[in-house]
C-alpha cells in the first residue's frame, strides 16, 4: 500500500469518526432540548392549573358577595 493511499485511509476515518461524534453529540443535544421543553409545557400546565382555581376563587367570593347583597337589598 503506497503511502499517498495510506493518508487517504486515515483522513477519512478520522473524518468519518468526527461526523459520526458530531451527530451523536447533536442527537444529544436535540434531546435534552426536547426535554426541557416537556418540563416547561408541565409547569406551565401547573400555573395555568392553579390561575384558574385562584379565579374560580374569586368568582365564587364574588357570587357569595352578590347573593348577600341582594339579599340584605331585598
Request: hydrophobic share 30%; net charge positive; proline share 0%.
Amino acid at each position: 500500500m503506497s503511502s499517498t493511499s495510506k493518508i487517504v485511509l486515515s483522513l477519512t476515518c478520522i473524518v468519518t469518526t468526527g461526523i459520526v461524534g458530531y451527530v451523536h453529540i447533536k442527537q444529544q443535544s436535540d434531546r435534552e432540548k426536547m426535554h426541557e421543553g416537556v418540563i416547561r409545557d408541565t409547569e406551565r400546565q401547573q400555573r395555568r392549573k392553579i390561575e384558574n382555581l385562584y379565579i374560580l376563587e374569586k368568582q365564587n367570593e364574588l357570587t357569595k358577595q352578590l347573593k348577600k347583597d341582594l339579599s340584605s337589598s331585598s
